[in-house]
């Protein structure tokens, strides 16, 4: 990797280190702390949304298409219009402001020069045509995010009123991201750096995979508004995405050693999670915050940050093994708090704990910026 590839990632590193913050803010809100008047929705929008947009959109970019100069630029592009939105999703959250004679949702409006952005890595992905199954399929599904999200810019110019259209067009936004670019893009990295042998099993894992991600932002909307065939169907997707991505990793844990075996640990979690719990009658991931909260954390911290930092840091790991304990140790402290495995006596002395050992994978990621910077 380039010195100016690093450079970025140690921006979206430093992007990281401010939407932690936020997240640990967040969590001083739900404690009962002083919010100076802020939204905790609002902050909780914040701290995604910068994750997303300004830690590993850039990072991605510069990781699937190293040393291209317009690869960077774009990366550079995203970094900086996800820190502009950050104040805005902070303050209005998905809200409408006034701007003069002009009402409209700022944070929203610069989400839209986000997906602009995205086009333009696509635009260089489909021109050098590298054979890369895994990452098409990553960058086929960054297309199909940003559809969604321009589904739910759509919905009340086009008078669709039934509630499905919103959260059907903002779980395609959400799902496709997070399951699509976010997991088959770390995937592709992982297997480029541990090379998986070309077999039938593996193209139909590919596939499995391919096809439960289509279908999973299903599962990822409230239960209430679905039919129990659609919930069935959604079920079956988590189950098929979940095989795939099992066999997957499966193949990479056997090739892999040392703390390469955290993403690829935490995709053999996910997997299990999606083929076991998937099809759990009493448990419908969205419809619980706090799964979904224990979900992302093991997604962002557990396979995405884990995985582009031992990317940038080549073979010498030394300096991210505090943050990597770190997002262990947040990643399991969530778990007693979630349906998997709930303690409800605890609750009272374990959420302020949770948010006192949120700040930890912050402090751990300044060294490793600074790594990035110097070397």
Not at 114 to 139: H, N, S, T
Request: some cysteine; hydrophobic content about 60%.
């Amino acid at each position: 990797m380039s010195k100016e590839d690093r450079k970025v990632i140690a921006a979206a590193l430093a992007a990281f280190i401010l939407a932690g913050l936020s997240g640990v803010f967040f969590r001083w809100g739900m404690n009962g702390g002083w919010l100076a008047g802020l939204s905790l929705g609002n902050i909780r929008h914040a701290h995604s949304h910068l994750m997303y947009f300004s830690w590993a959109v850039p990072s991605l970019f510069v990781l699937l298409i190293p040393n291209d100069l317009i690869v960077r630029r774009c990366a550079w592009a995203a970094w900086l219009t996800g820190l502009l939105a950050w104040p805005l999703f902070l303050f209005y959250g998905y809200t409408a402001g006034t701007f003069g004679p002009v009402t409209m949702p700022p944070a929203v409006a610069i989400s839209g020069l986000v997906m602009l952005i995205w086009y333009g890595f696509v635009w260089r992905w489909i021109q050098l045509r590298k054979p890369d199954p895994l990452a098409w399929a990553a960058v086929i599904f960054l297309v199909a995010s940003s559809i969604g999200a321009w589904g739910i810019s759509a919905v009340a110019p086009l008078g669709l009123k039934n509630p499905v259209w919103v959260e059907s067009f903002k779980h395609m936004f959400l799902s496709y991201f997070t399951e699509g670019w976010l997991t088959l893009g770390c995937l592709a990295l992982l297997v480029r750096r541990f090379p998986l042998p070309p077999s039938r099993l593996f193209s139909i894992a590919l596939a499995l995979l391919g096809a439960g991600v289509a279908t999973a932002f299903l599962f990822a909307m409230p239960s209430n508004i679905l039919s129990p065939a659609i919930q069935w169907y959604a079920r079956l997707a988590a189950v098929l995405s979940g095989v795939g991505l099992g066999w997957i990793a499966v193949g990479l844990w056997k090739q892999s050693s040392g703390w390469w075996r955290l993403p690829v640990g935490a995709l053999l979690t996910k997997s299990f999670a999606l083929v076991v719990l998937g099809p759990w009658p009493t448990i419908w991931w969205a419809d619980h915050h706090q799964d979904r909260i224990l979900f992302l954390h093991l997604l962002l911290l557990g396979i995405v940050s884990s995985t582009i930092l031992l990317m940038a840091l080549a073979d010498d790991h030394r300096v991210a093994r505090p943050f990597f304990s770190a997002s262990i140790v947040l990643i399991l402290m969530l778990i007693p708090v979630s349906t998997v495995w709930v303690f409800p006596s605890v609750m009272a002395l374990w959420m302020p704990a949770i948010g006192l050992f949120s700040v930890l994978p912050v402090l751990a990621a300044v060294p490793v910026c600074m790594r990035l910077l110097r070397t």
